[in-house]
C-alpha cells in the first residue's frame, strides 16, 4: 500500500461537509451515489458533523458507516441514520479453550450441531426462553433477564455479564412502550434467543495477540491460540415493528414541519416532537432486546460447549457493542445526539464512557470481517476524538446478494471455506448455495478497512482472529 496515500479527506459538498476517513483507493472505490446520499443527510436542519468509515456503503435513505452528530437542545433523530435493524452489534466471548482443542473437524461439527439444536436461525423458529418476560427485556435490557440467565456461570472467577457492555440498560419513557400492537409482543416473545437470517452470525475464531499491543491484550485476559465466540445479531423484528410504527407518524412530522430532502426515503423529526420523542424511546427498548438477545444467545452457545467439550469448558464476556443506534453522549461541554449507522464505538484508554473495567486499557471494539477471512479486536485512540470515536463496523459490503450468487461458484466458496479439509471452517448450513451470497467475496478486504482506520489514527489492532467454525443465519 502506498505509504503516502492519503486516509481522511474533508468533502465540501453544496449541504456542508462531510469527512471520510478511508484510504484513497477505498474512498474511490464507494461511488458517487455515497456523495449524493450523504449531502441529502446534511440537509437535515442543525447537523453539527457527519463522516464516513472506509466500509462505507449505500444504504437505505443513509449509507452503512455514516456517524451524524446533533445537539441535544436543538437536535433531529433519524430512524434512517440508525439503521432498520436497531441495536445490531458485536459480542465477544472468551473460553478457556486453544484452538488445538478443536483441530478435529468432527468435533467442531459437534460443536456447530449442539449451537444450533440451541439456537434456531430461521425467522419463524421459536426460541428456547419461554420464561422470559418481553416486557422486562424492553424496559431494562440484561437487568431485566431472570437471575438464572444473568449467572457469573459465565465467570467463574469474576462478574464480566452485567459490567462488560457498551450498555447494559437504555431508561426511556417506558409508556411508548404501548403503541406497538399485541401480536408484535408475541412475534418478539417467541424471537428471544433466535439468530435471524441474513449476515447474522454465531462464530466460533482462534486469536492471535497483535505485539504491539500485548500489554492490553493481557489486561483484556486474551492469549495467542485462545478459542473465542463472537456473535452477530439485532433487535429481530421488535426493531422492525418499532421502525414500522414511527415511520408513518416520523413522515406526518416531517410534511407538517415543511421538511424533506430529494430522497423520500431518508426520515428524521425534531429530539423535541412527539415523533421524535416516540421513536427515540422506542429505539432504545429495541436496544435492550438486542443486548439481552445476545447475552441470551451466548449463554446457550457456553452451554453447547458444555455439553461437547465437558463441563470444564467456560465462557466469560469480553464485550457487546453496537453498530445502529443513536445515543446521548458527552464529547464537549454540551450533551449531543451521536447517530452510529454501521459504525463502531471505539474509546481510548482514560476516556470516561469507557466501562469502569476497560477505563485503564479503552475497551474492545469488535470488527468482524466475513465467514472466511479475519475478524479484529481493535482499541480506540486519542485521536479518534476527532470523530466522536466511531471507527468501522466490520469489511462491508462490496456487492449485492445477486451479484456475489453470479460472480462465485460453489465451488469456488468450497474452496474458500476449506471445505473437506483438516482446517475446514465448519458451516451450519449443509447446502452451501444458501450461503453463497454471503461468501468472503461478498465483502470488501478486512485487512484494508482495518488499515485505513489504524492509519488515520482512530484505532490501533489488539488481536485478529481467524474463523473455526459458524452458524450462519
Ligand atoms: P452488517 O452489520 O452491516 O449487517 O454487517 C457487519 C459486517 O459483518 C459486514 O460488513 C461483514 O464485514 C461482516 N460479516 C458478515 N458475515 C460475516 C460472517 O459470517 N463472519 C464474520 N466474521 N463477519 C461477517
Ligand atoms: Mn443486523
Ligand atoms: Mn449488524
Known amino acids: 500500500m502506498n505509504n503516502n496515500a492519503n486516509y481522511y479527506r474533508r468533502i465540501d459538498l453544496p449541504a456542508g461537509d462531510l469527512h471520510v476517513f478511508a484510504h484513497d483507493d477505498l474512498f474511490h472505490a464507494m461511488g458517487a451515489k455515497v456523495l449524493e446520499m450523504a449531502n441529502n443527510n446534511l440537509q437535515i436542519p442543525n447537523i453539527r458533523y457527519m463522516s464516513y468509515t472506509p466500509d462505507a456503503h449505500v444504504g437505505v435513505g443513509t449509507c452503512i458507516g455514516t456517524t ?7 437536535g433531529f433523530v433519524s430512524p434512517s441514520i440508525v439503521g432498520s435493524d436497531i441495536g445490531c452489534g458485536m459480542r465477544m466471548h472468551l473460553t478457556n479453550l486453544q484452538a488445538e482443542d478443536l483441530q478435529d473437524v468432527k468435533l467442531r461439527r459437534k460443536l456447530v450441531k449442539a449451537i444450533e439444536k440451541r439456537i434456531p436461525v430461521e425467522n419463524h423458529a421459536r426460541g428456547y426462553f419461554s420464561d422470559i418476560r418481553l416486557e422486562n427485556v424492553l424496559r431494562k435490557g440484561l437487568h431485566g433477564l431472570p437471575g438464572k440467565y444473568v449467572p457469573d456461570s459465565y465467570t467463574p472467577r469474576k462478574a464480566t455479564s452485567l459490567t462488560h ?3 447494559s440498560r437504555f431508561r426511556f419513557d417506558e409508556d411508548e412502550l404501548d403503541r406497538i400492537p399485541e401480536p408484535m ?3 418478539s416473545h417467541r424471537q428471544l434467543g433466535t439468530l435471524g437470517n441474513g449476515n447474522h452470525f454465531i462464530e466460533i475464531q482462534a486469536l492471535s495477540v497483535n505485539e504491539e499491543n500485548r500489554g ?3 489486561q483484556w485476559g486474551l492469549r495467542d491460540g485462545q478459542v473465542v465466540v463472537m456473535i452477530h445479531s439485532g433487535s429481530r423484528s421488535w426493531g422492525g415493528s418499532v421502525n414500522q410504527h414511527c415511520s ?5 412530522t416531517m410534511s407538517k414541519m415543511g421538511l424533506g430532502t430529494a430522497d423520500p426515503k431518508l426520515a428524521y423529526a425534531p429530539l423535541d416532537s412527539e415523533a421524535g420523542r416516540a421513536y427515540t424511546n422506542l429505539m432504545y427498548s429495541a436496544l435492550n432486546y438486542a443486548v439481552a438477545n445476545r447475552h441470551l444467545m451466548a449463554f446457550a452457545v457456553r452451554d453447547a460447549f458444555k455439553e461437547t467439550l465437558g463441563s470444564q469448558a467456560e465462557m466469560s464476556t469480553l464485550y457487546d457493542l453496537m453498530h445502529n443506534y443513536a445515543c446521548e453522549e458527552a464529547h464537549s461541554e454540551e450533551p449531543l445526539l451521536i ?5 463502531t464505538r471505539a474509546l481510548p484508554a482514560g476516556h470516561a464512557g469507557n466501562p ?3 477505563l485503564d486499557t ?4 469488535l470488527i468482524p470481517g466475513s465467514m472466511g477471512t479475519a475478524s479484529y479486536l481493535m482499541v480506540g485512540a486519542p485521536e479518534g476524538a476527532r470523530n466522536y470515536h466511531s471507527i468501522c463496523h466490520g469489511a462491508g459490503r462490496i456487492r449485492s446478494r445477486n451479484a456475489t450468487k453470479q460472480l462465485v461458484t460453489v465451488d469456488e466458496f468450497a474452496s474458500s471455506m476449506r471445505i473437506g479439509q483438516e482446517d475446514e471452517i465448519v458451516l451450519n448450513h449443509r447446502a452451501l448455495e444458501s450461503l453463497v451470497d454471503e461468501s468472503p467475496q461478498a465483502y470488501k478486504d478486512v485487512d484494508q478497512i482495518i488499515d485505513s482506520v489504524v492509519q488515520a489514527r482512530l484505532a490501533s489492532v489488539v488481536a485478529k482472529c481467524r474463523p473455526l467454525a459458524a452458524v450462519k443465519g
Open 362 to 365: 479503552g475497551h474492545p471494539a
Open 216 to 218: 492490553i491484550a493481557e
Open 68 to 74: 451524524a452528530v446533533w445537539g441535544m437542545a436543538d
Open 185 to 187: 409482543w408475541h412475534r
Open 339 to 343: 447517530h452510529r449507522k454501521g459504525t
Open 248 to 252: 408513518s407518524q416520523v413522515a406526518k
Open 165 to 167: 457492555v457498551e450498555c
Open 356 to 358: 469502569a473495567p476497560y
